[in-house]
């Protein structure tokens, strides 16, 4: 491996919906993490692994910093802490096209406090015009110290390579943590797991996407064919809930695992036979057992 090989982890951090989600997607050039308009869908501190041939860039997704409501809540705002202790760059996201206030400047006062140097990032850049673009890197300029501002579209790709350079330039001297053929620290039962729960958010509103857990209780793959087949429970609050998820004749539920079964697909390579069972655990996220059998 040649000297100056640069490896390192970056963590991707900001208030929730300024789509970080998508910037780990839109950089991986695969979808790894979902996403969605609501705030919560992510949960996990996902590790995505982008290869160069010069570095290796640890990418690590984290739920949004948010005021807690529940235990959940705080756990996901633990998560982005511990994230950030192990980092060497911090990209700080910042959705351009709203009002940049208060929840932006609370993160970058706690960002000023780590020794990783901090990228602000102005995602969105789509949805708003030249003028304002530069007024909203003003007023993001004062949050805080910022090694570099760069504007960017997570969704339609525009001056990420501008970025994955600049992270890269910050990265220090290191080795390939990851074998090249990793995308993800995260097991395959995870990722899947989201992938339905995605889908559950794409398709339900109000306080149901908030209330769904989902985990895959087995994958198998056949032996007389190249089909894999995966179970996999939908938990959520209440029995009202567990109604809107299966739908009327279980129209709902059949069409979240349609939705589903294609990205899961996608990513396995094979031919998959997706079971969802819905079952009802009241309370569960404020229950301390179940959100770390969540692995919350
Ligand atoms: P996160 O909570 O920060 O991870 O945000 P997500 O990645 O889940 O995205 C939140 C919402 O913003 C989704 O509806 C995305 O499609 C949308 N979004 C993310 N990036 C962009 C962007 O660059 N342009 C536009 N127009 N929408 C975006
Ligand atoms: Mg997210």
Request: hydrophobic share 40%; glycine share 6%.
């Amino acid at each position: 491996m040649n000297d100056n090989f640069k490896s390192g982890f970056v963590a991707i951090v900001g208030r929730p919906n300024t789509g970080k989600s998508t910037l780990v997607n839109s950089l991986m050039k695969q979808k790894v993490v979902i996403t969605s308009d609501k705030p919560q869908t992510t949960r996990h501190k996902i590790r995505c692994i982008l290869n160069r041939p010069d570095a290796q860039i640890i990418f690590i997704d984290t739920p949004g910093l948010h005021k807690p409501h529940d235990l959940l809540g705080e756990r996901l705002n633990e998560k982005v802490r511990s994230a950030l202790k192990e980092v060497d760059v911090v990209i700080f996201v910042v959705d351009a096209s709203q009002v940049i206030g208060r929840g932006d400047a609370f993160i970058a006062k706690e960002l000023n406090k780590l020794n990783a140097p901090v990228i602000l990032v102005l995602n969105k850049t789509d949805k708003i015009n030249h003028a304002d673009l530069s007024a909203q890197e003003e007023i993001a300029r004062d949050l805080g110290q910022f090694k570099k501002i760069i504007s960017i579209s997570a969704l339609n790709g525009d001056n990420l390579n501008v970025l994955i350079d600049e992270t890269v330039e910050l990265l220090p001297k290191g080795p390939k943590y990851y074998p090249d053929d990793t995308i993800t620290d995260q097991p395959e039962k995870v990722i899947i797991a989201e992938f339905v729960r995605e889908k559950v958010l794409e398709l339900t509103r109000e306080e149901v996407p908030y209330s769904v857990v989902v985990k895959v209780e087995s994958i198998s793959k056949r032996t007389d064919k190249d089909i894999v087949d995966v179970e996999a429970y939908i938990f959520v609050e209440k029995d009202s809930q567990k109604g809107i998820i299966i739908g009327k004749g279980g129209k709902m539920l059949k069409e979240i695992g349609q939705r589903a079964r294609e990205e899961i697909e996608n990513l396995l390579g094979s031919q998959i036979f997706l079971s969802l069972w819905v079952k009802v655990k009241k309370k569960w996220r404020s229950r301390e057992d179940i959100i770390r059998e969540m692995g919350y």
